[in-house]
């Protein structure tokens, strides 16, 4: 998984006031919740705040990330867990960081990559990718950049779902049957399938 280095203050307003405060002044209100715990059992959360141009970089990627975050001098190692967008505006409303150890699993979305050209897409038939991340559970040394998969061995109507994936020291906690991708039939697979049919019956 690739690093990337983001820098915050520490805020001490809160609250939707506190909040709208900040994004008047062009920063993002930011949560950081780490390892440490309350009475309750319940995660401490650290405010602060960064600048768009800050995060720029590690919201506006198609990769992942794990995150050196720096607040008022003090690094964490972390990750990215919850961006809300503004509905109209799109911009970047609050993040959610959560500190990670190197002894203690986390959960990301991680890309899937498809390689190789499907049996299935060979006779006439569309690849469509479904899901675009799947949900990995491991240390997070252990999580990949990307999930690949092959899909040369697939048929016209096969798919590749979760349950399908095999990763040494990975858990995936997407639904088991959720489908990854598939091979639909097209016209004109369904063309080539009927004159096979006709050559078989000539015989």
């Given at each position: 998984?690739?690093?990337?280095?983001?820098?915050?203050?520490?805020?001490?307003?809160?609250?939707?006031?506190?909040?709208?405060?900040?994004?008047?002044?062009?920063?993002?209100?930011?949560?950081?919740?780490?390892?440490?715990?309350?009475?309750?059992?319940?995660?401490?959360?650290?405010?602060?705040?960064?600048?768009?141009?800050?995060?720029?970089?590690?919201?506006?990627?198609?990769?992942?990330?794990?995150?050196?975050?720096?607040?008022?001098?003090?690094?964490?190692?972390?990750?990215?867990?919850?961006?809300?967008?503004?509905?109209?505006?799109?911009?970047?409303?609050?993040?959610?960081?959560?500190q990670?150890?190197?002894?203690?699993?986390?959960?990301?979305?991680?890309?899937?990559k498809?390689?190789?050209?499907?049996?299935?897409?060979?006779?006439?038939?569309k690849?469509?990718?479904?899901?675009?991340?799947?949900?990995?559970?491991?240390?997070?040394?252990?999580?990949?950049?990307?999930?690949?998969?092959?899909?040369?061995?697939?048929?016209?109507?096969?798919?590749?779902?979760?349950?399908?994936?095999?990763?040494?020291?990975?858990?995936?906690?997407?639904p088991?049957?959720?489908?990854?991708?598939?091979?639909?039939?097209?016209?004109?697979?369904?063309?080539?399938?009927?004159?096979?049919?006709?050559?078989?019956?000539?015989?």
């Amino acid at each position: 998984m690739k690093s990337i280095d983001v820098k915050g203050t520490a805020r001490n307003e809160f609250g939707k006031k506190g909040a709208k405060a900040l994004r008047k002044q062009n920063l993002i209100p930011c949560n950081l919740y780490g390892v440490e715990r309350d009475e309750k059992g319940l995660p401490v959360a650290k405010a602060f705040s960064v600048t768009n141009e800050e995060v720029r970089n590690l919201v506006y990627s198609p990769d992942i990330f794990s995150v050196n975050l720096t607040i008022d001098g003090t690094t964490v190692l972390a990750v990215m867990r919850e961006i809300q967008f503004h509905p109209v505006k799109d911009n970047i409303l609050h993040i959610d960081f959560y500190q990670i150890t190197e002894d203690k699993p986390i959960v990301m979305e991680v890309p899937v990559k498809l390689n190789g050209l499907a049996a299935g897409v060979k006779a006439g038939g569309k690849l469509e990718q479904i899901m675009r991340r799947v949900k990995a559970k491991a240390l997070y040394t252990a999580i990949p950049e990307k999930i690949e998969i092959d899909v040369t061995p697939l048929t016209i109507g096969k798919s590749f779902k979760v349950c399908d994936l095999k990763v040494d020291g990975i858990e995936f906690t997407s639904p088991k049957e959720a489908v990854i991708c598939t091979v639909m039939s097209t016209r004109s697979a369904a063309a080539n399938a009927g004159a096979a049919e006709g050559e078989e019956a000539a015989e």
